[in-house]
């Protein structure tokens, strides 16, 4: 009997162990049609038919960004302590935003280097010869490309700029494959196009700058 009871509460420890694997991931959600982001100033639509990983209940990381699926994760993992880092499991086409204050950063060789001041200088960061893209824009202006062929047949294609006087940054990444190349690079352009500046509503400007509009960062 004993025996018999040991093997039962082994079974119900198993199940629970996996239930509580289960519970740590979540399924991909419809993205809402807006990102809003008052602490850095930025606004994002989302066309329709794009799928994102729920932050956790209680997360407490640092907001940097999100991740938008053009083909939806079965599951998703947990983030991290950055809110850019929404992994599924395996690979899946997906556009990812961030952004952060543009910061001084210091260099092996040459030292402390200052902040960048224009896009291309921040593009240079990533590759050696960033070009104009002639697909898309970031806030109404060119905007600088970068492109990588990554292994497993993968693509990636960043577009950065600075904004508010350079005192910002943001990247936005397409990851994709051959065959979706065509199509997915179209979506980039369109999410890109969307992005806007907006000024917090409890900061008074005389600017002009236009307010944020009600929404979160997801």
Known sequence: ?????????????????????????????????????????????????????????????????????????????????????????????????????????????????????????FARQFCMKPLVSPDAKLFEQPTFTCRSEMSGKRIQIALMNVYDSARKNVILTLHTTPDRLAEDTKILATVASSISTCQMASVKDKSGATACPEGNWW
């Open 1 to 121: 009997m004993n025996g018999f009871l040991e093997k039962i509460l082994w079974v119900l420890a198993l199940v629970a162990g996996l239930s509580g694997l289960l519970t740590a991931q979540t399924d991909a959600k419809p993205a809402p049609s807006l990102y809003v982001s008052e602490k850095f100033g930025l606004v994002m639509k989302v066309p329709s038919g794009l799928s994102f990983c729920a932050l956790p209940k209680g997360w407490s990381g640092e907001e940097t960004g999100t991740v938008l699926f053009l083909q939806p994760p079965q599951h998703c993992r947990l983030a991290d302590g950055s809110s850019a880092i929404r992994a599924g499991e395996g690979f899946y086409p997906s556009i990812s935003l961030r952004y952060q204050v543009n910061r001084r950063r210091d260099d092996a060789y040459d030292g402390e280097i200052a902040p960048p001041q224009s896009s291309e200088e």
